[in-house]
């Protein structure tokens, strides 16, 4: 009991801190001012578990691709982040969560406070709803670097990200979180922690992204035949993979806004369509290759999250398990289908977060336990489920096509070839990302 009043106590301080008085500040002790104060130290915990995930990200990425381009990686990463931060601030939350209409909120810019008071997040403060979306928006942004990556110009990849973050990211989230017009159909779309809010975002404008610059060189023969362009680090990968899995525990559970008795479900969920899609995706490669392939395990694994994260609060644990299932064995099919039509995608961001994010999403409408078809709901939560997978779609692809062609003829979206043989990391930024007493032999030229 001490140890819980303990941080109730130092909860009410730090939130006092954002401006929030908490209504126990001079001696009042009820128990809506400690829900709001767990509340939102819960929810900021999460945050700091999604924020992490950006680590998860880099390491997958830089894992999958060649040695010779892993500063230029790990570079994009830490500026997603942080420009994305700015972006967010300045215009995208304004959008995203804003007054408005039902396409985008109008109303919020720079983060004003007196468009945002007390409650218009229930009980979380405004830094904390913030730093919890933003988080989400970086997520969102940053999927679209490993499908581009080792041939994207820096200048480009910053631009980019910053219009994702600050425009087309935001508009999506206004539809069904900001009260848009995914939120106000008869049956509302279900999309709980953003398996096509967030990822499948994040998968399209890479499909874009991909398209629009083309592959690397040498990974097509002139026959047409893929080439295997390995990356330099399984184990960067692997840690990447266990990173973001420890980050959805943010991701989904936080969610929830609130420090309630979901929590606990809304994460075991998560566990389990995590564990079933790597298994899943390790059994269908091992059949379709004659190999357990590690990376394709860890695609796997993702492919689960992802693909959960939409129903996450509103399955059973056998639906969990069913969507991480069937995730994991299409993300494989994914990654092959994508490859056979020369769409280069090195870490498989297409196919893990824009298929299966659609995926997920798709899947509540079959067995959520309240609404979906299998369990007698009709019809009604697939159709609003399908409808909101579509129109996601076609507003993603046409507005990033559209911004990857425009950049492509400015500024200039690749780089030269000769660049791209020779790596990112020197020519972009001046100095390689390991030193020659660990990268030994000249990193490939594929």
């Known amino acids: 009991m001490k140890r819980r009043l303990l941080l109730v106590g130092c909860g009410a301080g730090a939130l006092s801190l954002t401006g929030a008085a908490p209504a126990f500040a001079q001696g009042e002790l009820t128990a809506d001012a400690v829900q709001v104060?767990?509340?939102?130290?819960?929810?900021?915990?999460?945050?700091?578990?999604?924020?992490?995930?950006?680590a998860g990200f880099a390491l997958v990425e830089a894992g999958l691709t060649r040695a010779k381009s892993v500063a230029n990686i790990m570079m994009k990463n830490?500026?997603?982040?942080?420009?994305?931060?700015?972006?967010?601030?300045?215009?995208?939350?304004?959008?995203?969560?804003?007054?408005?209409?039902?396409?985008?909120?109008?109303?919020?810019?720079?983060?004003?406070?007196?468009?945002?008071?007390?409650?218009?997040?229930?009980?979380l403060s405004l830094p904390t709803f913030f730093i919890f979306q933003v988080a989400f928006a970086a997520t969102a942004a940053t999927i679209v670097s490993g499908a581009m990556a080792e041939r994207t110009k820096f200048k480009s990849y910053f631009?980019?990200?910053?219009?994702?973050?600050?425009?087309?990211?935001?508009?999506?989230?206004?539809?069904?979180?900001?009260?848009?017009?995914?939120?106000?159909?008869?049956?509302?779309?279900?999309?709980?922690?953003?398996?096509?809010?967030?990822?499948?975002?994040?998968?399209w404008a890479a499909l874009m992204g991909a398209i629009?610059?083309?592959?690397?060189?040498?990974?097509?023969?002139?026959?047409?035949?893929?080439?295997?362009?390995?990356?330099?680090?399984i184990p960067f990968a692997i840690l990447g993979v266990f990173i973001l899995f420890i980050g959805w525990f943010g991701f989904n559970p936080g969610s929830e806004l609130a420090?309630?008795?979901?929590?606990?479900?809304?994460?075991?969920?998560?566990?389990?369509?995590?564990?079933?899609?790597?298994?899943?995706?390790?059994?269908?490669?091992?059949?379709?290759?004659?190999?357990?392939?590690?990376?394709?395990?860890?695609?796997?694994?993702?492919?689960?999250?992802?693909?959960?994260?939409?129903?996450?609060?509103?399955?059973?644990?056998?639906?969990?398990?069913?969507?991480?299932?069937?995730?994991?064995?299409?993300?494989?099919?994914?990654?092959?289908?994508?490859?056979?039509?020369?769409?280069?995608?090195?870490?498989?961001?297409?196919?893990?977060?824009?298929?299966?994010?659609?995926?997920?999403?798709?899947?509540?409408?079959?067995v959520a336990t309240e609404g979906g078809l299998f369990y007698g709901g009709g019809f009604d939560q697939l159709v609003t489920q399908a409808i909101g997978v579509v129109a996601v779609f076609a507003f993603v692809t046409i507005t990033t096509g559209l911004l990857f062609y425009a950049i492509k003829a400015t500024i200039g979206l690749r780089v030269p070839a000769e660049e791209e043989v020779a790596g990112l990391d020197v020519i972009e930024h001046g100095a390689p990302g390991y030193g020659p007493d660990v990268l030994t032999t000249a990193p490939a030229t594929g």
């Open 37 to 54: 104060t767990l509340d939102n130290i819960w929810v900021l915990l999460a945050a700091v578990l999604v924020i992490f995930m950006q």
């Open 259 to 366: 420090a309630d008795a979901a929590v606990g479900y809304i994460a075991l969920t998560t566990l389990i369509a995590g564990a079933t899609g790597a298994v899943f995706a390790t059994i269908t490669v091992w059949i379709r290759t004659g190999r357990p392939d590690v990376a394709m395990a860890g695609n796997g694994t993702l492919a689960g999250l992802v693909a959960i994260t939409a129903g996450t609060a509103n399955v059973s644990n056998w639906g969990a398990a069913l969507i991480g299932a069937l995730a994991g064995v299409l993300v494989v099919f994914s990654v092959f289908f994508l490859d056979r039509r020369r769409v280069d995608d090195p870490v498989g961001a297409i196919s893990v977060h824009g298929v299966c994010g659609a995926f997920g999403t798709l899947m509540v409408g079959l």
């Open 78 to 123: 830490l500026m997603d982040f942080s420009a994305g931060v700015i972006a967010f601030a300045l215009v995208g939350f304004a959008i995203a969560f804003g007054p408005g209409n039902a396409l985008f909120g109008t109303e919020g810019w720079f983060l004003n406070t007196n468009t945002f008071t007390e409650g218009s997040f229930g009980t």
């Open 212 to 233: 629009v610059l083309g592959p690397r060189i040498g990974k097509y023969a002139k026959d047409g035949r893929s080439r295997a362009i390995p990356g330099h680090s």
């Open 159 to 203: 631009v980019y990200s910053f219009v994702i973050t600050a425009l087309i990211y935001p508009v999506v989230v206004h539809w069904l979180w900001g009260g848009g017009w995914l939120s106000t159909l008869s049956t509302p779309m279900i999309d709980f922690a953003g398996s096509t809010i967030v990822h499948s975002v994040g998968g």
